[in-house]
């Protein structure tokens, strides 16, 4: 079995995008020590609509991105996600068929924080417990079970200190891209949540942030997709 965040930015501020590439292999180097003390085996590296492969000298780093498609975000993750998408083009069906085609796993992220990837009926390897907001893990295990699909734990960390508030024990003898893409189809996947001290501070702040955007909503309300809150009602 390993510890693994499937879900890490190491991209810590947008925009400035030259600045921010320069910023990448350190950013690399912070979430793979915050992976180590948090005692993971690895980290996939998810960043926003690219991929640039790096390598793991203190965790194992797993290839992924998470793709902004027409209704919300995916994880793609696996041993050849694309190197760069265009955000807000591709559909969850082109997005599930791209990753299948590149021996990827699609995972949906984040199904109750703007987005409506949950509503669409695609091939989806697995679903999502997001390590910003984990009072939706019982939504999101409603959904997977709905589905009749896996669950994975992931992080979402934009910051060194976040990584491994979620994660997911993978079952498998080794830890590579292709087993990792194995035991999700397999549901060879159980997330993990921490609820420490310091994570439930962090989560309060993150939750007055999404509070304040209007963008985290319940199963029963209506999700306006990917860079829209939801309109308040009149």
């Known amino acids: 079995m390993f510890a693994l ?106 199904p109750y924080r703007n987005s409506t990837v949950r509503e669409v009926d695609a091939d989806f390897d697995a679903i999502e417990i997001n390590g910003k907001h984990p009072r939706t893990e019982e939504w999101a295990r409603e959904l997977a079970e709905s589905y009749d699909l896996p669950l994975v734990g992931g992080s979402d960390a934009h910051y060194p200190v976040e990584v491994g508030r979620a994660y997911t024990m993978v079952d498998a003898d ?26 439930q501070l962090v989560r309060r702040g993150y939750q007055k942030v999404h509070e304040g955007k209007d963008n985290l909503h319940r199963p029963a309300e209506e999700s306006p997709g990917v860079g829209e809150p939801p309109k308040p009602e009149d």
């Open 5 to 110: 965040d499937l879900h890490a930015h190491t991209r810590f501020f947008h925009g400035r995008e030259r600045a921010a590439a320069l910023f990448d292999p350190l950013g690399v180097r912070l979430l793979e020590l915050g992976a180590r003390y948090r005692g993971l085996d690895g980290v996939a590296l998810t960043n926003h609509d690219y991929y640039h492969p790096f390598v793991g000298r203190v965790v194992k780093t797993i290839p992924g991105i998470e793709i902004s498609t027409t209704k919300g975000h995916v994880l793609v993750v696996g041993p050849d996600p694309p190197t760069r998408t265009e955000p807000g083009t591709l559909t969850p069906k082109e997005t599930v068929a791209l990753a299948h085609e590149r021996g990827c796993a699609a995972i949906v992220a984040h």
């Open 174 to 199: 080794v830890l590579t891209p292709e087993s990792v893409v194995s035991a999700i189809r397999d549901g060879r996947v159980e997330p993990r949540v921490e609820r420490g001290t310091f994570d």
